[in-house]
């Protein structure tokens, strides 16, 4: 059975940094693509960002690019979200998930973690 692991969340001030491991039990974990969602309170889940199969590839959310970065490290079947410049709208529960299709990861998901929880305080 596929589990994702989250883990790295807390609470960070404005402007500050985080970064988010998320360990899979895939087999092979370079078989899947792998991403991050978010779900602010009251808010629908959202696609964060999203990475190949070889993390040659990516994908971003406006709402992200250029202060999030997706990494993955297949040896150690753990996939990386970067956070810097965080601002208050970043809060939420984020997520792992992962896809067998690199191209459906970022939209319809196989397997969902079960999240960790991002405060950015102003």
């Known amino acids: 059975q596929v589990q994702l692991v989250e883990s790295g969340g807390g609470l960070v001030p404005a402007g500050g940094s985080l970064r988010l491991s998320c360990a899979a039990s895939i087999r092979p974990f370079s078989n899947d693509g792998m991403g991050w969602f978010r779900q602010a309170p009251g808010k629908e889940r959202e696609f964060v960002a999203a990475t190949s199969r070889s993390g040659s590839l990516t994908l971003y959310a406006d709402s992200v690019k250029g202060r999030f970065t997706i990494s993955r490290d297949n040896a150690k079947n753990t996939v990386y979200l970067q956070m810097n410049s965080l601002k208050a709208e970043d809060t939420a529960v984020y997520y792992c998930?992962?896809?067998?299709?690199?191209?459906?990861?970022?939209?319809?998901?196989?397997?969902w973690g079960q999240g960790t929880q991002v405060t950015v305080s102003s």
């Open positions: 998930a992962a896809h067998r299709d690199p191209v459906r990861v970022a939209t319809s998901p196989d397997y």
